[in-house]
């Protein structure tokens, strides 16, 4: 199994400490963000969980625990999003000269094939203009080259949510001209550009991306997975599948462009101590059991009961 942690949340800034408490007692609720009558409990073993990706805007919290990780037998790494926006957009994260540091010590500590580098969502507006993005792409690229190896990009969806708050669809000819610009610098620095949920950027030097990544996972765990495209994500994402543990609406970062929060509510605020992320559950609601597998070729165990 490969748990996500989280597209729906950031748990390693908010969450880090509710996020140890499940793997020290070795379960996690979640709810079906389709359906949230559904609530499953999924086994966190590291017999099981094959791997761990998180995504993150700043992994500070959760550092103190990478040992606890490591000793506990688990295998991670790190979708970490460094944008050069300022608390405009990024309402609550710390200053970004703080977090660019903490980017460089993660790669240190875990090896610069565990952190993969977004530069997303691409906002354009007239203070976030294409000139803009050339300066900081490049300052970024200059800064973290030599802590990663690939860098994700994408350009700024308008969810119905998003179109009240002032920002507008990147032009076919703003896309073309900073892709061109991208995928040029990236590869001056040794970097991989990759685009998430884009049109085909492949002539600029920019390959589909595969944020859960069957390939990165296989080299981090020493040995094939068996493990099959994700078909629950959007058109031309190369994920592959993966169990999902957060929730919408429970990011604090305040970040004006996401899509996981929702207008006019203000995040949830979780128990560390409680099993799930978001509303707990309910005494008449029921909690159905998954098993758990892993996708290794030659695993110790291929599969558990979560209550064995």
């Given at each position: 199994?490969?748990?996500?942690?989280?597209?729906r949340t950031?748990?390693?800034?908010?969450?880090?400490?509710w996020?140890?408490?499940?793997?020290?007692?070795?379960?996690?609720?979640?709810?079906?963000?389709m359906?949230?009558?559904?609530?499953?409990?999924?086994?966190?073993?590291?017999?099981?969980?094959?791997?761990?990706?998180?995504?993150?805007?700043?992994?500070?919290?959760?550092?103190?625990?990478?040992?606890?990780?490591?000793?506990?037998?688990?295998?991670?790494?790190?979708?970490?999003?460094?944008t050069?926006?300022?608390?405009?957009?990024?309402?609550?994260?710390?200053?970004?000269?703080?977090?660019q540091?903490?980017?460089?010590?993660?790669?240190?500590?875990?090896g610069?094939?565990?952190?993969?580098?977004?530069?997303?969502?691409?906002?354009?507006?007239?203070?976030?203009?294409?000139?803009?993005?050339?300066?900081?792409?490049?300052?970024?690229?200059?800064?973290?080259?030599?802590?990663?190896?690939?860098?994700?990009?994408?350009?700024?969806?308008?969810?119905?949510?998003?179109?009240n708050?002032?920002?507008?669809?990147?032009?076919?000819?703003?896309?073309?001209e900073?892709?061109?610009?991208?995928?040029?610098?990236?590869?001056?620095?040794?970097?991989?550009?990759?685009?998430?949920?884009?049109?085909?950027?492949?002539?600029?030097?920019?390959?589909?991306?595969?944020?859960?990544?069957?390939?990165?996972?296989?080299?981090?765990?020493?040995q094939?997975?068996?493990?099959?495209?994700?078909?629950?994500?959007?058109?031309?994402?190369?994920?592959?599948?993966?169990?999902?543990?957060?929730?919408?609406?429970?990011?604090?970062?305040?970040?004006?462009?996401?899509?996981?929060?929702?207008?006019?509510?203000?995040?949830?605020r979780?128990?560390?101590?409680?099993?799930?992320?978001?509303?707990?559950?309910?005494?008449?609601?029921?909690?159905?059991?998954?098993?758990?597998?892993?996708?290794?070729?030659?695993?110790?165990?291929?599969?558990?009961?979560?209550?064995?």
């Amino acid at each position: 199994m490969i748990l996500s942690a989280s597209r729906r949340t950031d748990i390693p800034c908010c969450h880090a400490l509710w996020f140890m408490n499940r793997i020290r007692e070795g379960f996690v609720l979640t709810r079906n963000p389709m359906n949230p009558s559904q609530l499953f409990r999924f086994s966190l073993s590291p017999d099981i969980v094959d791997c761990i990706v998180f995504w993150t805007k700043d992994p500070a919290n959760l550092m103190p625990y990478l040992d606890e990780l490591d000793e506990r037998g688990y295998q991670y790494y790190f979708q970490f999003t460094l944008t050069p926006y300022g608390p405009d957009l990024e309402k609550f994260l710390r200053p970004k000269a703080g977090i660019q540091h903490t980017f460089l010590s993660l790669s240190q500590r875990v090896g610069k094939n565990r952190v993969v580098w977004r530069y997303d969502p691409i906002v354009l507006s007239s203070q976030f203009n294409i000139d803009y993005h050339k300066t900081q792409f490049f300052r970024l690229c200059q800064l973290l080259s030599p802590y990663t190896d690939t860098v994700t990009i994408s350009f700024l969806d308008l969810y119905p949510k998003l179109k009240n708050a002032g920002f507008r669809c990147a032009s076919r000819e703003e896309i073309s001209e900073l892709s061109l610009y991208i995928g040029k610098t990236a590869a001056s620095f040794g970097l991989q550009a990759t685009a998430c949920c884009e049109e085909n950027l492949a002539s600029y030097g920019i390959r589909q991306a595969n944020c859960i990544d069957k390939k990165r996972i296989e080299a981090i765990c020493g040995q094939p997975l068996r493990i099959k495209p994700d078909k629950n994500q959007r058109d031309g994402c190369g994920c592959v599948e993966s169990v999902d543990i957060g929730a919408y609406n429970t990011c604090l970062n305040g970040c004006s462009y996401c899509y996981a929060r929702f207008p006019g509510k203000s995040p949830l605020r979780c128990n560390p101590s409680s099993p799930i992320l978001g509303k707990p559950p309910l005494p008449q609601e029921i909690i159905r059991e998954k098993l758990g597998m892993s996708f290794k070729e030659n695993p110790q165990f291929s599969q558990f009961s979560l209550f064995s």
